[in-house]
């Protein structure tokens, strides 16, 4: 039997779960990565898909919308939930990794896997043939520019931003408590700030020096990676309820709820690192030790990583692509990941995961997968096909989904029990697919 073969540009989340899904459906698959011999600013090893900012996946419940996206990933047999899963740290009701781990392995199994070829190899030209172009927010500017030059396409940048990670035995644990919120367990490390502690952080947070960035617009950066002094901007109390909100989190110290608490998440599995959770920033790394060190318990603090900000680069996909993330004008042509307009990581790979599946079913003689708006996965396709004047990057929610039908003479349900309902109706639709 003829074994057809395909490209995939990147060798990222969306890069690895294309070139996996192909390879699984028997199709050769050559991946390229310019990862070690070229670095974009934001990477630091030369594993596969490296994970740039958070650790966290995020919610594994069936009542949020990203976890239902990871559980119509589990039902196609996700590689990179499955690694996920393989290398998880604690994290209350989220699926969090440790990224090193993580990383290693993706990289193993797809080294290892009989179809893939991984070449690493910057492409700086988008090849002919059937190809999945999955090079990410981060696309070099060369590929950017190839990209550029296709018919019909625009080009949106945003910026992102990573948090910094602190390693936990420089932390003061006398003042700080172990808890999830609403007493989900006690994954988590918190920081708990008074009023006066609280303002006194503001005030240097709003005066402390930021890192000049190329083209910056604080317009442009993408509200879930806002930085915390770009918050704080916004108000005073703007942090208070957003990362910091103490809602759910008594100090067993004091028996109160605190004015404000910094969160800090496990970041590898020997815990001995932690991330400060939504507090990306592109404050001077000087500033950041001065800054952060206000907040009792990291007054010492020791930084693996300080706080970084870069720019992503984002298709104007509607009108560009089609609910599969193939080119409406080039057929056998995709694009994965981020850079399409899904925005996190499990939406970058399940793009990624309907791209491979659809060009692997059309190299083997197939329609492409439809997956209706019913799915998150559906949903998602949908929203980065649908033309929209201000379109820009989002995150899987279920207002992308397609609602529950009416019941008349039903009592509403709460949303919850709605949200449960909703993805009960899509991993059942799932399950009768020969994908």
């Given at each position: 039997m003829n074994n057809p073969g395909a490209v995939v540009v990147g060798a990222g989340l969306?890069?690895?779960?294309?070139?996996?899904?192909?390879?699984?459906?028997?199709?050769?698959?050559?991946?390229?990565?310019?990862?070690?011999?070229?670095?974009?600013?934001?990477?630091?090893t030369d594993q596969l898909a490296e994970l740039v900012c958070s650790n966290s996946f995020r919610s594994d419940r069936l009542s949020n919308a990203v976890g239902l996206l990871k559980a119509e990933m589990r039902v196609l047999h996700s590689l990179i939930i499955d690694c996920a899963e393989q290398t998880a740290v604690p994290a209350g009701g989220a699926l969090a990794v440790d990224r090193s781990r993580f990383s290693e392995l993706v990289t193993q199994r797809i080294r290892e896997h009989p179809l893939i070829a991984l070449k690493e190899k910057e492409v700086a030209e988008i090849p002919d043939g059937p190809?999945?172009?999955?090079?990410?927010?981060?696309?070099?500017?060369?590929?950017?520019?190839?990209?550029?030059?296709?018919?019909?396409l625009s080009t949106l940048n945003f910026y992102d931003a990573a948090a910094p990670?602190?390693?936990?035995?420089?932390?003061?644990?006398?003042?700080?408590?172990?808890?999830?919120?609403?007493?989900?367990?006690?994954?988590?490390?918190?920081?708990?700030?008074?009023?006066?502690?609280?303002?006194?952080?503001?005030?240097?947070l709003l005066s402390a020096e930021t890192a000049e960035i190329h083209?910056?617009?604080?317009?442009?950066?993408?509200e879930g990676c806002m930085p915390i002094e770009s918050m704080a901007r916004r108000g005073r109390m703007v942090p208070a309820f957003?990362?910091?909100?103490?809602?759910?989190l008594r100090d067993p110290h004091t028996g109160k709820m605190p004015f404000a608490v910094l969160q800090l998440r496990q970041d590898n599995a020997d815990d001995t690192m932690y991330n400060l959770v939504g507090f990306q920033t592109r404050l001077k790394f000087p500033e950041q030790k001065r800054?952060?060190?206000?907040?009792?318990?990291?007054?010492?603090?020791?930084?693996?990583r300080y706080g970084v900000m870069h720019r992503n680069t984002f298709l104007n996909s509607p009108g560009f692509l089609n609910e599969h993330y193939e080119m409406i004008h080039r057929p056998l042509c995709y694009f994965a990941g981020q850079m399409t307009g899904v925005e996190g990581y499990v939406e970058s790979a399940g793009s990624g995961m309907v791209a491979g599946i659809s060009l692997a079913r059309q190299?083997?003689?197939?329609?492409?997968?439809?997956?209706?708006?019913?799915?998150?996965?559906?949903?998602?396709?949908?929203?980065?096909?649908?033309?929209?004047?201000?379109?820009?990057?989002?995150?899987?929610?279920?207002?992308?989904?397609?609602?529950?039908?009416?019941?008349?003479?039903?009592?509403?349900?709460?949303?919850?029990?709605?949200?449960e309902k909703i993805s009960a109706r899509s991993l059942a639709y799932l399950k009768t697919l020969d994908l």
């Open positions: 969306a890069g690895c779960e294309a070139a996996w899904q192909m390879a699984e459906r028997g199709v050769s698959v050559t991946l390229y990565e310019m990862k070690p011999s070229r670095m974009s600013p934001a990477h630091h190809v999945v172009i999955a090079t990410g927010p981060l696309t070099s500017d060369k590929m950017a520019e190839a990209i550029s030059r296709l018919p019909g990670i602190v390693y936990k035995d420089s932390l003061d644990m006398s003042v700080i408590y172990r808890q999830s919120r609403y007493e989900r367990g006690n994954d988590y490390l918190n920081c708990p700030i008074t009023e006066s502690e609280y303002n006194c952080f503001i005030d240097a083209g910056f617009e604080e317009k442009k950066v993408f957003g990362p910091m909100k103490p809602i759910g800054v952060f060190g206000l907040i009792p318990g990291l007054k010492n603090a020791e930084y693996a190299l083997l003689g197939k329609n492409p997968v439809s997956l209706p708006s019913l799915t998150a996965l559906g949903a998602m396709g949908k929203y980065i096909s649908t033309p929209n004047a201000r379109f820009q990057p989002m995150n899987c929610a279920f207002g992308l989904i397609d609602p529950l039908p009416p019941e008349p003479g039903k009592k509403k349900m709460d949303k919850q029990a709605r949200y």
